[in-house]
């Protein structure tokens, strides 16, 4: 298959297109949590259950179906390929805990995997709204639509004082998890990083590098995200989230305008260098590219290179992971090989960026 | 000493997990590490150090509220009716069994989740279109009630009349949509 055709197949709308504020903020996602009132949870619900919550969501599918995003595929997850689940983690559509313990679940995806809803993960559904760039209001009221659609067609299991029931207490009440995926090269070189993180943690939202373990973030991406779900609404959550997110954006643009002045040259070739290595290396390994891809796409945004899709950061640090690797290569790979792998893809992918112009 | 993962390459990355109390050794050659490492990156809305904390944040609260148990409730171990899932399993895996867990466990749960959520404890945002109606007019009753002994107090009797007229109209709404949410 040829890159071209692999990157369209592969590709969700909100990896490839721009948002407002994309040059910072590269998605916003919505997470709601809902169960039905008659069932048992997730936890320790029995084979019939788990049957009976899919067949019920099958069933709404059909009388009343959600039209705004076209087609919804339901996928089960015992009847997809190991590969195949992989690459729908990487792209962030179903988690983990959906794709290795959860036996009994399945994933209903719109054609643009703007949506996705996980059935029987932690909780029954988990309505998903995934968009490129600063979009969180409009990721809300997509989510909420998706909500009352479903309600329309099942009970959800709500109490008055405590909200929406969820499995886990720590998304008791909205059941939302509002979050945004952030690319802050500036604050990370001017060491303001370490400063932000705590300040935000008090304001009780968390920050996690979300590709990289620990408080390293690989390629500079963090994502930020609300821990209270109860006693607060939705629009508050999500407009406090707004706060602090635009706080951090005006910082990581002074950041980088500070390090344009006092450095100018060395983050020249700083960009420079990190393309030369993605054009031209024949082996790389995960977090060089993560880096690389980093600075890269700074060398864009700050205008030091031309005529370059800022998109490819985000495509890259998703396509270069090892499921994906392995599904444009049509088969497993070692971890050596896909070293190998990686370095052919980027180079392909930048190739692809200059035949453009 | 071989990892492993591979079998194949010397292991050079080594690692205890502590794992409640249960210790694990784990040996690594540097290529199944970063594997692995890869693998840790992806877990997207990692429950894993939440619920953890979570456990542990519960396990605290008993001892708080020890003495205002009465004794013999205490060695009655709660245990919801509908899904038989009981309080210790719960602060085991941090996560409930069904909707009314939320009912049999909620003296234990009130300091847990004000804990958990910056010290609220009362949802206020969405609510279902199916019981939307019903809470609002519960919480109109409700004020109608202290306007009504508001008025009785202050002896504006034709007023409290009329007040109490609106809260039986309100009353009858209430049931009606309720039979008809049942159904």
Known sequence: ?357 | MNCQECNQRPAAVHFTKIVNGEKTEVHLCEKCAQEKGEMFMFSGESGFSFNNLLAGLLNIDPSFHKQEQNPFQQEEILQCPHCSMTFPQFLKIGRFGCAHCYETFQDQLKPVLRRLHGGNWTHSGKIPKRIGGGISLRKKIDELKSALRESVIQEEFEEAASIRDEIRELERKLTASQQEGGK
């Open chain 1, 1 to 357: 298959m040829s890159l071209e055709r692999f990157l369209n197949k592969a590709v969700s709308s909100w990896m490839s297109q721009e948002g407002p504020d994309s040059d910072i903020v590269l998605s916003s996602r919505i997470r709601l949590a809902r169960n039905f009132d008659n069932y048992s949870f997730p936890t320790v619900f029995s084979h019939e259950e788990a049957k009976q919550v899919i067949h019920d969501i099958e069933g709404v599918l059909k009388k009343s179906p959600f039209q705004k995003f076209g087609q919804m595929e339901l996928l089960k997850i015992d009847e997809m390929q190991p590969l195949q689940k992989r690459v729908l983690v990487e792209k962030h559509l179903i988690s983990p805990h959906l794709s290795d313990d959860a036996p009994h679940g399945a994933v209903l995806l719109s054609e643009n995997e703007e949506v996705s809803i996980m059935i029987n993960e932690e909780d029954h559904i988990r309505i998903q709204c995934l968009f490129p760039g600063l979009q969180l209001k409009e990721a809300l009221s997509t989510a909420n639509e998706i909500d009352d659609w479903l309600e329309n067609a099942v009970h959800f299991a709500f109490d008055e004082k405590l909200g929406y029931l969820t499995s886990c207490p720590t998304n008791v009440g909205t059941g939302l998890r509002a979050s945004l995926m952030m690319h802050l090269p500036g604050l990370v070189m001017t060491q303001q990083i370490n400063r932000i993180i705590p300040a935000i943690n008090q304001l009780g939202f968390v920050v996690r590098g979300i590709y990289g373990e620990g408080s390293e973030a690989l390629g500079n991406i963090f994502q930020i995200s609300n821990q209270i779900t109860l006693g607060k609404s939705e629009e508050d959550i999500c407009r406090d989230l707004m706060g602090v997110v635009s706080q951090i954006i005006s910082q990581e643009r002074s950041a980088r305008e500070a390090l344009r002045k006092s450095s100018n040259i060395q983050l020249e070739d700083r960009v420079f260098r990190s393309l030369g290595v993605l054009t031209h290396s024949r082996i790389i390994e995960s977090k060089e590219a993560a880096r690389c891809l980093s600075d890269v796409r700074l060398g864009i945004d700050m205008g030091y290179i031309h005529n370059m899709s800022k998109t490819i950061l985000n495509e890259l640090m998703i396509l270069t992971q090892p499921g994906f690797l392995q599904q444009y290569a049509g088969g497993p790979l070692r971890p050596y090989e896909r070293d190998i792998r990686r370095a052919a893809l980027i180079r392909e992918r930048i190739q692809m960026e200059t035949e453009k112009r």
